[in-house]
């Protein structure tokens, strides 16, 4: 055996342990690089030559160009992320809202029977059984009416 020894080769296990921490942070990087690059074009508060500029020193210097990233812009980086999560999440609310509440309610269905009660195209009857329908929740009032002047259209 040679006077210089290897410990990592020593023990294979301590070998296959170098290789997947060497890989993890080979895949680490990348993540980091990318997400630099990602951040680059969504700032808006950059003009297009600095962002056409950062992104040829991160590409051609990449080392270099990210390490001086993240000290530079580092830590607004999670400020644009939480701001642009914040505002999706905004968007996606207001989004349900309208559709949850696109439907009309049980008493503007109400109302609508009403009115076409008084027109005289659906009997007192049929209003009040189309009205049940709407308060126990089982059915629009579109349903009921269609029906209630298909009857009293014969």
């Given at each position: 055996?040679?006077?210089?020894?290897?410990?990592?080769?020593?023990?294979?296990?301590?070998?296959?342990?170098?290789?997947?921490?060497?890989?993890?942070?080979?895949?680490?990087?990348?993540?980091?690089?990318?997400?630099?690059?990602?951040?680059?074009?969504?700032?808006?508060g950059l003009s297009g030559w600095a962002?056409?500029?950062?992104?040829?020193?991160?590409?051609?210097?990449?080392?270099?160009?990210?390490?001086?990233?993240?000290?530079?812009?580092?830590?607004?980086?999670?400020?644009?992320?939480?701001?642009?999560?914040?505002?999706?999440?905004?968007?996606?609310?207001?989004?349900?809202?309208?559709?949850?509440?696109?439907?009309?309610?049980?008493?503007?269905?109400?109302?609508?029977?009403?009115?076409?009660?008084?027109?005289?195209?659906?009997?007192?009857?049929?209003?009040?059984?189309?009205?049940?329908?709407?308060?126990?929740?089982?059915?629009?009032?579109?349903?009921?009416?269609?029906?209630?002047?298909?009857?009293?259209?014969?």
């Amino acid at each position: 055996m040679s006077a210089q020894t290897y410990l990592a080769y020593d023990y294979p296990l301590l070998g296959a342990f170098w290789t997947m921490l060497m890989i993890f942070l080979w895949i680490m990087w990348f993540v980091l690089l990318f997400r630099i690059i990602t951040d680059i074009f969504r700032d808006d508060g950059l003009s297009g030559w600095a962002k056409a500029g950062w992104l040829v020193f991160c590409i051609v210097l990449p080392f270099l160009g990210v390490f001086v990233y993240v000290i530079a812009r580092g830590r607004n980086m999670g400020h644009r992320e939480t701001t642009r999560a914040r505002a999706q999440q905004e968007e996606f609310n207001a989004y349900i809202r309208k559709t949850a509440t696109g439907g009309s309610s049980s008493v503007d269905e109400l109302a609508r029977l009403s009115e076409i009660r008084d027109r005289g195209a659906i009997t007192d009857e049929e209003f009040r059984r189309a009205k049940e329908l709407v308060l126990s929740g089982h059915g629009p009032a579109g349903g009921a009416t269609t029906a209630g002047t298909g009857a009293s259209a014969r």
